[in-house]
Every structure is written in C-alpha cells, then in structure tokens.
C-alpha cells in the first residue's frame, strides 16, 4: 500500500480530541439517557471538560439543553459552581437570555446574588447580553429574563454601567 493512501486512511478514521468526557458529551447533545446512566455508574457531574474547563451543566446550558440540564441537577450537579472563567450556570443562562432555563436554575436553588470577579451578578449579564459566538446577545434586549432575575430576588441590583448600557439599548429592564 502506497504510504500516502494508507496515512490518508489511517487520518482519515482519526477523530479529533474535543477533551469532553462522555458525560459533558452527553449533556451537550441532549442525551439524558446517557447523562443518567454515566451519573448511575460513577460519573462526576461536577468533572470540568472541553477547552473551557466547563462543567456538564455549562456545556448542555451553552447548547440550551433543559433536558440535560435536569437530568445533571437530579444528578447531583452543583448548581452554583463557579467555572473557571468565574462564572456560574445562572449568569450563562441570563446571559443567553434563556429565561426557561434561568427560571429551572433559580427553581432549583440558583444564587443570583454570586458575582464574578468583576463584580457581575446573573442580571448584569442578562442586561448586557454576551458576545460568544455562538449566541451574541451584546445588542439585544433580553428584558423577561432580567424580569425572572428581579422577581427571584428584588434586593438584587443592576450594575450601574450595565444600567447605562441597557438604556442605551433600549430595554425596558
């Protein structure tokens, strides 16, 4: 066999390492089954995966997996566990603007009142929005998902350059 055919081959069935474990794999596709059983058998639901070093909670809020997202919580998921970017499952969600989701975590027992080392709360990052990639909220009004944030704890206030920023927006919130 020729060597440029056989590395061709050998490449080719080669599957690039995401550094996700099984379980954040699972959370990420929505796979509840999966989450359950690998959580049954001894997975960690807390175990820090991929290039961000998120847990699975993070990685099935980044796809908006709710399903997900309750099988790792009834598994035993730390709901407020700081990533280590500083962030926890509840700012991710608020600043998705995924208002089921930030109303599933504060259900569950979510702090809004944990800030990352900048200061930020769950609804600062609600009222500013996120630029990933994979959902820029940065110029969006994400008004009911602030509301969620408000009603779970009205003590809970907005930063005041958010709030500069929110008006200039438009928001309501």
């Known amino acids: 066999m020729r060597p440029a055919l056989l590395a061709f081959l050998v490449l080719g069935c080669v599957r690039p390492y995401s550094g996700f474990t099984p379980l954040a794999d699972a959370a990420r596709a929505g796979d509840v089954a999966t989450i359950r059983s690998l959580i049954a058998q001894g997975a960690d639901p807390n175990e820090a995966a991929g290039q961000n ?3 699975p909670l993070l990685h099935a809020i980044h796809k908006g997996q709710i399903h997900s997202i309750e099988a790792l919580l009834d598994g035993g998921a730390d709901i407020n566990r700081l990533s280590g970017d500083g962030i926890t499952p509840l700012m991710m969600a608020a600043g998705y603007g995924y208002t089921d989701i930030v109303q599933l975590l504060l259900r569950h027992g979510a702090n809004p009142r944990i800030a990352d080392g900048g200061g930020f709360r769950a609804i600062d990052v609600a009222a500013a929005g996120v630029p990933d990639i994979d ?7 994400q008004d009911e998902t602030v509301r969620a944030l408000r009603d779970a704890d009205p003590s809970v206030h907005m930063n005041s350059k958010v709030a500069t920023w929110t008006r200039a927006k438009g928001c309501k919130a």
């Not at 959902?135 to 009004?141: A, D, I, K, N």
């Open 135 to 141: 959902r820029f909220t940065l110029f969006q009004c």
């Open 53 to 55: 070093h998120w847990s």
